[in-house]
């Protein structure tokens, strides 16, 4: 990429692959890891509904329930005061805070008041809740082999929700797991944690962890960018191959419909669909990626969003995909378009920063389009939603997107079969924590299950 300005908030590929890190969306303030806040009480898990289907109840915030399926969206039945009441889900994340130290962070989505998940003498990230939304996992520390941000070693650990006071429980350290950092970390809907191994300049190979702890298990020899699809299936992607799935001890299945330049999948909970990026080769490298879903073992690729340019006498406004996400039922997908101009001589050059031609309009736009869950086929046009706003991330019950948009926790209420905005966003003020982007997925804001 050169001098390219492009900030990054896409994950880089796999990087024993040679190839270059993708240029990401806008990183909105400060980017580092993130901050937390601490969660009210232990929760139940919800009744009679699986990782597909969300029962949506009239509990208002504070009334009596015996499961989730009692509350309304964006609440969960909780253990309160001896009491079971329909509280307030919480989003996690990580931040900087105002020592820039990085902080894995846990808030009430409706309620910023930040709690920490580890001590503030130690650094920590990527926090990642369970199936059942009572623990949480994350990274903390640092060993002295760590040569990047993002990419120190540390310890796996995990804490139960409510916060207790004793120390978090280490599930895996850089030697037990063999590896110099913990990336790509994934729990929820799984029955383990999934991550991403580190050696020196090379990233790939996925390990498993039980949440209980004991030895660390190789789920993959190769690849990246674990996603689940459940308890025991998960898919990811491969320099040479693209696209795989696999099951827990199970033999992975390429995914030759998707492409072998595909990375990034990403599973709905109500199907075999894939969310997917893939490069368009006739754009800059890096500054490239298109949008598409590749039904597992359906017969057709659908192209959700493509990269775009428009051209000028100078050069021309291009755009490119990045940070995709599903709703849980597979209704809508949501991305981010990122803006660039990319000039005739010379490097290409983030929109809304400097002196190009499109200096002036947002270099990243937060978009939604409908989906057809039966093929994955795009049903309407895309929605523009959140304008200088990157890592959408959607609420269990579809009823909530979370972003980040200059440091801050926005969320905004929608209408689930329209897609349309009700209310205005819930802001969380940036105050002693700036949301982190820069590593993109692995700073997207986890909403906790439902």
């Known amino acids: ?141 640092a060993t002295e082999t760590g040569t990047s941000e993002g990419n120190l070693a540390g310890e796996l650990v995990v804490r139960d929700i409510p916060l207790a006071a004793a120390a978090p429980t280490v599930l895996a350290n850089g030697t037990t797991g063999s590896t110099e950092g913990f990336l790509y970390l994934e729990w929820e809907p799984g029955d383990s944690l999934l991550y991403v191994r580190r050696a020196g300049d090379s990233i790939s190979g996925i390990s498993r962890v039980l949440p209980e702890g004991g030895p660390v298990e190789q789920a993959t020899a190769q690849g990246t960018f674990p996603d689940w699809r459940n308890g025991n299936t998960f898919a990811f992607s491969t320099s040479s191959v693209g696209l795989s ?54 017969a057709a690729v659908q192209t959700i969003a493509e990269a775009t340019s428009v051209p000028g006498e100078e050069g021309s406004v291009d755009s490119y995909i990045a940070n995709p996400n599903w709703a849980p039922d597979g209704s809508w997908v949501a991305y981010v378009r990122a803006y660039f101009f990319n000039p005739t001589t010379g490097e290409p050059v983030l929109c809304g920063a400097g002196t190009s031609p499109c200096a002036g309009d947002p270099g990243n736009i937060i978009f939604l389009r409908r989906i057809n869950p039966a093929d994955g086929a795009p049903m309407e046009a895309e929605v523009s939603f959140a304008e200088g706003a990157t890592l959408p991330s959607f609420s269990p019950d579809g009823h909530h997107v979370a972003y980040v948009q200059g440091g801050q926790l926005y969320v905004q209420q929608i209408d689930p079969v329209a897609g349309t905005k009700v209310g205005d966003p819930i802001v969380h003020p940036v105050g002693d924590y700036t949301l982190q982007t820069s590593r993109g997925d692995d700073h997207r804001p986890r909403w906790q299950p439902r």
């Open 1 to 141: 990429m050169g001098k390219c300005e492009l900030r990054n908030s896409q994950p880089p590929p796999e990087e024993d692959a040679g190839m270059e890190e993708d240029a990401g969306t806008e990183e909105d303030a400060g980017m580092e890891e993130d901050a937390g806040t601490e969660p009210d009480a232990g929760t139940e898990p919800d009744a009679g509904s699986d990782a597909g289907t969300v029962v949506i109840g009239t509990g208002a915030k504070g009334d009596a329930c015996t499961s989730s399926a009692d509350c309304a969206a964006g609440l969960r039945c909780e253990m309160m005061a001896e009491a079971m009441t329909c509280q307030s889900l919480h989003v996690a994340f990580t931040a900087m805070d105002d020592s820039d130290a990085m902080a894995a962070v846990v808030t009430r989505f409706d309620e910023p008041e930040p709690t920490r998940l580890s001590d503030a003498a130690v650094n920590s990230r990527y926090p990642r809740w369970n199936p059942m939304g009572s623990r949480i996992a994350f990274v903390q520390g």
């Open 245 to 298: 799935t696999t099951t827990v001890g199970g033999t992975p299945a390429p995914l030759a419909l998707a492409g072998p330049t595909a990375e990034q999948p990403h599973y709905n909970r109500v199907n075999d669909q894939l969310l997917f990026l893939r490069p368009d080769e006739t754009r800059p490298v890096g500054l490239n990626a298109a949008l598409y879903i590749v039904p597992v073992g359906g």
